[in-house]
């Protein structure tokens, strides 16, 4: 026997024991994935955004057998498979008769493929060659074990290729005439029933005549087998069809209907979203124009997220300038990118002080060099971008400032744990790592979150707490809101973002945050102009941005307010340009009273700046207590008790005079300073010098019988710090933080 013929029949034996194998166990199609298919998207008032279709058949728009037109079921079984309930996965007749044409005539005209084995095909993409027509009869004789007809029938019916990306009734109903595939006619059910035979060459909109002449195919098919009259197969033959256009993809909201359309339940085809199709359309273009704008400043990307403060709607959610930019990465979704917030996490840090009594809205902050040990025997050393330093602030200052060391402060009072606890609970699922990782650093961007979270972190403050997840389509059930941290401590952070005259030291009195309405706003820029963030609120909208590069190259000189700032004040201005913005309410438990900006205390004769605070009532009432006879308190307001200076080296006494510090107190008339216990010169001014010297040190101010004391350590920079107090700061990522 010739070597070619022993090959041959062995891998025909072989694959006739493997397809015989696979016959033992059935399939049940009941329990077959429904997958999603092509699935179109409105807007929130019923306007087109356009459609994802399916990638693959096992991917189908799925509804059940009686969900489907019975006159579409009669073209259907009309068409592709007439005795249908008469056989079971095998037409034995209809194969016989094809299989006789083809040896005749070289071709078969007549269809030898049931609706199970074309469901078989679709299941296991079996080629359309002799091992593949075998392999559909082996799967389709296991569906039937396990499947009844109707089963099978719906199965069938909702994997069908409609043309293009279209597959089942339903979707192609919806796509072709706007309608579910229970209200089908007559007319529209061939018509339908006719694309299967061959779907490329029978398309709505290439092909309509071949089409047409099909459906007169399916239409005396029906009438043949008793399931239309020949007056109503005339009637729909002459019926006119209009097909709507071919489904158009996403235009202006490519990375949300994307990032959607996973999480859309099997079986739907259609979902109305919560954008707002002209505000997107407007976000769209001012990302374009501002990158546009920076691009000499090397500035490509820039992402935009808009809410709903009341419902949490997703109004506009812009990804990226272009998503069909390859050169730009324009597919990177901006919005769920994982970036460094620099300093827009500061707020949180200060309410969560503030509701703990860590701080009041009264005490004074020193933002001075300091140092703080961390792991690995280095210190760490924040500094503003700018590397000046304010000295005592308050916290309002401070936070509206952004001042890096008040903040890193801030949160070395309530603990680097509870914030990542309380980020958490406001959202924040990508800060993973333990506390350590994060270190003092957390509150300045050390950590990498989403424009999403911090986003919908911002809408929590907007609504004094009450958390509510951000929504994408508007049949998703509101879910009850959970309060986070105190609400009238929220309405105290929101008035000092809304301080245009509190942060206009840093961004100027009329900066592009300052809107001609109420609005409270933070920003951020990440170590080396990485990331640059404006996120801000009304009472009705919550707005965040992020401009930078998706290849994480640094921009030049951008910050959060050059950046950021502009796009932000654009979509903010157009969202109120038919209506104007209500004022917030004023933080409840509160009263605004002047208070000595230099001590925070109830302003005496000696204060020499008065400011207006809004002051918790339980505190004022201790301030209206009458003094005591005799009260001569004192109060050291620098340095603090437990603060790290370097002191370096110098060549000359000179320059080793230099390095001293400055004591501050506050209280009694006449303060007396000592350091370990040697008593201190005091100027004609009051003011009292100490030249730094290495070790610990206990510092003491006295008034009367009354006295404040601090300890602080003087220790020796690591190698490279630089000249002055500074220190090598530690080399954790996001550590310096910008405005």
């Known amino acids: 026997m010739p070597r070619r013929v022993v090959v041959y029949a062995g891998i025909a034996t072989a694959c006739f024991l493997w397809l015989v194998a696979r016959a033992v166990v059935g399939v049940d199609v009941t329990a077959l994935p429904h997958g999603r298919g092509t699935v179109q998207f409105t807007d929130r008032t019923g306007a087109p955004l356009g459609s994802i279709a399916a990638s693959d058949v096992a991917d189908t728009a799925w509804v059940p057998l009686d969900r489907v037109a019975p006159v579409f079921r009669s073209a259907i079984l009309a068409a592709e498979d007439a005795r249908y309930y008469h056989h079971g996965a095998v037409d034995v007749a209809a194969m016989a008769r094809a299989a006789y044409e083809y040896v005749v005539d070289g071709e078969a005209r007549s269809g030898g493929s049931t609706i199970a084995m074309q469901l078989a095909r679709s299941i296991r993409h079996s080629p359309s060659t002799l091992r593949g027509k075998l392999a559909q009869i082996v799967e389709a004789e296991r569906i039937v074990l396990l499947s009844s007809p109707n089963a099978v029938l719906e199965a069938y019916l909702n994997r069908v290729p409609m043309g293009g990306d279209l597959y089942g009734v339903e979707a192609a109903s919806r796509a072709y005439f706007g309608i579910p595939a229970a209200d089908l006619d007559l007319a529209q059910a061939a018509l339908l029933a006719a ?16 089409l047409r002449e099909r459906q007169r195919y399916v239409l005396d098919r029906m009438v043949a ?5 020949p007056a109503q197969a005339a009637l729909a033959q002459r019926e006119r069809i209009e097909v709507l256009p071919p489904l158009a993809g996403p235009q202006a909201a490519q990375h949300f209907l994307f990032a ?9 085809v259609q979902v109305r979203t919560t954008l707002d199709a002209s505000l ?3 976000v769209l273009a001012q990302v374009q124009a501002i990158t546009d704008a920076l691009v000499s400043r090397h500035v490509t990307d820039a992402a935009a997220l808009v809410v709903d403060n009341r419902t949490g709607d997703v109004l506009a959610y812009v990804g990226s300038p272009d998503y069909y930019s390859d050169a730009l990465l324009g597919r990177n979704d901006g919005v769920q990118a994982l970036r460094q917030p620099g300093s827009s996490l500061k707020p949180f840090t200060y309410e969560l002080a503030l509701e703990r009594g860590a701080i009041a809205s009264t005490t004074i902050l020193a933002d001075v060099p300091t140092a703080y040990a961390i792991p690995g025997g280095r210190l760490y050393q924040p500094a503003d971008y700018s590397t000046r330093f304010a000295g005592p602030v308050r916290v309002r200052y401070a936070l509206a400032n952004s001042l890096n060391v008040p903040a890193v402060r801030v949160l070395a009072r309530v603990g680097v744990e509870a914030m990542l606890d309380r980020l958490h609970a406001l959202g924040f699922t990508h800060l993973d790592k333990p506390a350590a990782y994060y270190g003092l650093g957390l509150t300045l961007g050390s950590g990498e979150v989403t424009l999403w979270e911090l986003t919908h972190a911002y809408l929590t403050i907007a609504r004094v707490g009450s958390a509510i997840p951000l929504r994408a389509t508007l049949d998703e059930p509101a879910a ?3 309060q986070i941290g105190d609400s009238a401590t929220w309405q105290l952070v929101t008035d000092m973002l809304a301080d245009p005259h509190a942060r206009a030291q840093s961004f100027g009195l009329n900066s592009i945050l300052r809107l001609p309405f109420p609005a409270a706003v933070k920003t951020g820029t990440s170590s080396d102009y990485r990331d640059t963030w404006t996120v801000g609120f009304t009472r009705d909208y919550t ?5 930078g590069n998706f290849d994480g190259s640094a921009m030049r000189g951008i910050s959060g307010v050059t950046g950021a ?7 903010m201005l157009h969202l109120y340009e038919t209506h104007d913005a209500q004022p917030f309410d004023p933080p409840a438990g509160y009263l605004r009273v002047p208070i000595c900006a230099t001590t925070g205390q109830r302003p005496d004769p000696s204060c020499e700046a008065v400011v207006m605070e809004w002051v918790h009532l339980q505190q004022l009432a201790s301030w209206r207590r009458p003094a005591s006879r005799g009260s001569g308190g004192v109060r050291i307001l620098f340095p603090h008790d437990g603060d790290v200076f370097a002191l370096n080296p110098a060549p000359d006494a000179l320059a080793r005079s230099m390095q001293r510090l400055e004591l501050r107190a506050a209280g009694g008339a006449r303060v007396r300073w000592s350091v370990a216990g040697t008593t201190l010169a005091v100027d004609s001014e009051g003011h009292a010098f100490w030249p730094l010297r290495l070790g610990r040190w206990t510092i003491s101010a006295a008034s009367g019988t009354h006295r404040s004391t601090v300890t602080v350590h003087v220790v020796v920079p690591p190698q490279g710090g630089s000249a002055g107090f500074s220190v ?6 996001g550590q310096e933080s910008r405005p």
Not at 197 to 205: A, C, E, I, Q
Not at 260 to 268: D, I, K, N, Q, S
Not at 543 to 547: E, I, L, P, R, T
């Open 195 to 210: 694309i299967p035979n061959d779907p490329s060459r029978l398309s709505p909109y290439d092909h309509w005549a071949a």
């Open 225 to 229: 087998d008793g399931t239309a009259s």
């Open 260 to 268: 959607l359309y996973p999480h859309v339940a099997p079986g739907r």
């Open 280 to 282: 997107q359309r407007f």
């Open 480 to 482: 009850p809101p959970t």
């Open 543 to 547: 707005v965040g941005v992020w401009v």
């Open 565 to 571: 700032g502009p796009l932000w004040n654009r979509i």
């Open 728 to 733: 090598v700061r530690a080399p954790a990522r």
